[in-house]
Every structure is written in structure tokens, then in C-alpha cells.
């Protein structure tokens, strides 16, 4: 989980070698990637433009602009990082366009609630702070964790999110983009990044509970 | 009598994230590992928080059809 010390991202390799691919014309090569992106690119433009429609023209232009700029692309950052980078500038102008409020303008309301329902801890007495009800006792095997279904269940909690928080779990969690990377690319303070994480993972950790409570009972 | 944590488990949840991503000072790391090591509620919490992030870094969430469409048909003409 943590983002210091590793010396080459994750799939960063993967990623050079589909570039080389991409430069010679290999249309499996692009496909890859747009199916490894597109999905979050949407995700996080929707936080700024007012549609969908306008989030897949974002997408779609920021995807025929890596193809056009693949020749100057020199491979100082990953092609995920240097692709994200160009998608939240063209979001970012096209919702200044739409003069939509920028998702991170200001930390709101819902960005202030508590990640675990206050009741679930003991409210008074000397315990007061501590669980009254604690995290789910049901463990969860490997094969569940990486089955399809637990990750079209924590996508569409993702989708109820903040637009702010979609955007940050999105580009940290999902993608796996490291957080100076992050807090760059979208301008925000490192500070606003981390309780903006720790809001959506809350939720996030919340909805795989449900679920495995719910396979426990079924 | 029971000795009590330093941290309660409302104040673990809270720091978290803060813990996970390194941000804190270590006194306040110390204290937030003091209790992850005595509170097995905590622990489930935060296994199910790593569990949650392994899930999601091996989603696949594949592109709508008619955009990954448009796109190959961009390289195609880019390529003349």
C-alpha cells in the first residue's frame, strides 16, 4: 500500500514495451491500453465536464493526442503517468470552459463525514472509542478477493463517491499512480489527497465488508 | 484492572490512512502500532482495507465498446 520505494512502477516495463508496439502501428498494442485506461480516464474527466458525452470527447481527444505526441514521448515518466497527466489538463480546461466548479475547489460537506458509522463504537463509559461493533469476523479467501464479482461490487462503490474522492482512489488505488504524482497532476496539497483517500478507501473497505457478510449468510 | 490503549479505535480508524501513507510522526506511528498490536478488531479493519485495494487493483473495467471503436479506427487512419 505504501507508495515510497519502489524503484520502477508498477507494469511501468509492460507499459514501455506496448509503447514500442504502439510506434510501429500495433493496433492489439493500443487496444490493450485502451482497455487498461479508458475505463478510469472516464472516471476521472466526468469530475470535471458536465456530461458523459463531454468526458468521452476528453478521453477520446486525450487519446489521439499520446498518438500523436508518441514520437516525442521520451519516456521520462510512464506512459500511464504522461496519459493521465495530458486527460486532467484537457478535463480541467474543458470544465473551466462548461465554468464548472472544479472538483477540488473545496473539501464538502460529504468529505467531512466519519468513515465508520459513529454508532458502531461504544458512544460513553470508559470504553467509549472502542468497537461496540467491530469490523466483520468473516475472512476472505484469495480467490474471492480477486473474483470479478468483489471488483464490480467496490467499482460501483467507487461510482457513488465524491467526484474529488472518484478521481483521487481512482488515479491511487485503481491505477496504482503514486502520490506525488497525484497531488501534481491534479494540484492539490498532499494533505487534501490523504482525507480525500481516507474518505472513499472508508467507503470502499465498507462496501467489501457488506459483501462478505452477505456470501457469509447466502 | 485492565490497562486501556492509548488510542481507541475510533482515533485508529481516523489516522488510518495517515498511518498506511506514511504521514506520520513517529511517536504517533508508535502509538498507532501499539494499538494495531493489542486490538484485533483493528487488525480486521485494516486487513479488510488492504483486501479492498487488492480487489480494486485487479479489477478490469474494459472500455465502452463504441469508444474503443472510434479510437482503432483513429490509428487505423493516423497510419494512413
Given at each position: 500500500v505504501?507508495?515510497?520505494?519502489?524503484?520502477?512502477p508498477?507494469?511501468?516495463?509492460e507499459?514501455?514495451?506496448l509503447?514500442?508496439?504502439?510506434?510501429?502501428?500495433?493496433?492489439?498494442a493500443?487496444?490493450?491500453?485502451?482497455?487498461?485506461y479508458?475505463?478510469?480516464?472516464l472516471?476521472?474527466?466526468?469530475?470535471?465536464?458536465?456530461?458523459?458525452?463531454a468526458?468521452e470527447?476528453?478521453?477520446?481527444?486525450?487519446?489521439?493526442?499520446?498518438?500523436?505526441?508518441?514520437?516525442?514521448f521520451?519516456?521520462?515518466?510512464t506512459?500511464?503517468?504522461?496519459?493521465?497527466?495530458?486527460?486532467?489538463?484537457?478535463?480541467?480546461?474543458?470544465?473551466?470552459?462548461e465554468?464548472?466548479?472544479?472538483?477540488?475547489?473545496?473539501l464538502?460537506g460529504?468529505?467531512?463525514?466519519?468513515?465508520?458509522?459513529?454508532?458502531?463504537?461504544?458512544a460513553?463509559?470508559?470504553?467509549?472509542?472502542f468497537?461496540?461493533?467491530?469490523?466483520?469476523?468473516?475472512?476472505m479467501?484469495?480467490q474471492?478477493?480477486?473474483?470479478?464479482?468483489?471488483g464490480?461490487?467496490l467499482?460501483?462503490?467507487?461510482?457513488?463517491l465524491?467526484?474529488s474522492?472518484?478521481i483521487?482512489?481512482?488515479?491511487?488505488?485503481?491505477q496504482g499512480?503514486?502520490?506525488?504524482?497525484?497531488?501534481?497532476?491534479l494540484?492539490?496539497?498532499?494533505?487534501?489527497?490523504?482525507?480525500l483517500?481516507h474518505?472513499?478507501?472508508?467507503?470502499v473497505?465498507?462496501a467489501l465488508?457488506?459483501?462478505?457478510?452477505?456470501?457469509?449468510?447466502? | 484492572?485492565?490497562?486501556?490503549?492509548?488510542?481507541?479505535?475510533?482515533?485508529?480508524?481516523?489516522?488510518v490512512?495517515?498511518?498506511?501513507?506514511?504521514?506520520?510522526?513517529?511517536d504517533?506511528?508508535?502509538?498507532?502500532?501499539?494499538h494495531?498490536?493489542?486490538?484485533p478488531?483493528?487488525?480486521?479493519?485494516?486487513?479488510?482495507?488492504?483486501?479492498?485495494?487488492?480487489?480494486?487493483?485487479a479489477?478490469?473495467?474494459?472500455?465502452?465498446?463504441p469508444?474503443?471503436?472510434?479510437l482503432?479506427?483513429a490509428?487505423?487512419?493516423?497510419?494512413?
Open positions: 505504501a507508495s515510497q520505494g519502489e524503484p520502477r508498477e507494469g511501468a516495463d507499459d514501455a514495451s509503447v514500442r508496439a504502439l510506434r510501429s502501428g500495433d493496433e492489439g493500443f487496444a490493450t491500453l485502451i482497455d487498461r479508458s475505463a478510469t480516464m472516471r476521472v474527466a466526468r469530475g470535471y465536464v458536465a456530461t458523459q458525452e468526458a470527447d476528453v478521453v477520446q481527444e486525450t487519446w489521439l493526442g499520446v498518438l500523436r505526441g508518441l514520437d516525442t521520451e519516456e521520462r515518466s506512459l500511464k503517468t504522461w496519459l493521465f497527466r495530458i486527460l486532467v489538463n484537457r478535463a480541467r480546461t474543458r470544465g473551466e470552459r465554468a464548472r466548479t472544479r472538483p477540488f475547489s473545496a464538502s460529504a468529505d467531512a463525514e466519519p468513515v465508520v458509522d459513529p454508532d458502531r463504537f461504544e460513553s463509559g470508559r470504553w467509549a472509542g468497537w461496540s461493533t467491530p469490523p466483520s469476523s468473516h475472512s479467501p484469495e474471492r478477493i480477486l473474483a470479478r464479482e468483489a464490480a461490487l467499482i460501483a462503490a467507487i461510482e457513488h465524491p467526484p474522492q472518484q483521487v482512489i481512482s488515479l491511487r488505488d485503481v499512480l503514486d502520490s506525488n504524482e497525484v497531488c501534481e497532476m494540484d492539490i496539497s498532499e494533505g487534501n489527497q490523504r482525507v483517500l474518505r472513499a478507501r472508508g467507503k473497505r465498507a465488508e457488506g459483501y462478505i457478510d452477505a456470501r457469509e449468510l447466502s | 484492572m485492565i490497562m486501556q490503549p492509548s488510542v481507541r479505535c475510533e482515533e485508529f480508524v481516523a489516522d490512512t495517515n498511518w498506511m501513507e506514511g504521514a506520520l510522526d513517529a504517533q506511528r508508535s502509538l498507532i502500532e501499539e494495531l498490536s493489542i486490538c478488531d483493528c487488525v480486521r479493519y485494516v486487513d479488510q482495507l488492504r483486501a479492498a485495494l487488492t480487489v480494486l487493483r479489477a478490469s473495467e474494459p472500455a465502452p465498446g469508444l474503443r471503436d472510434a482503432l479506427a490509428l487505423r487512419e493516423s497510419r494512413g
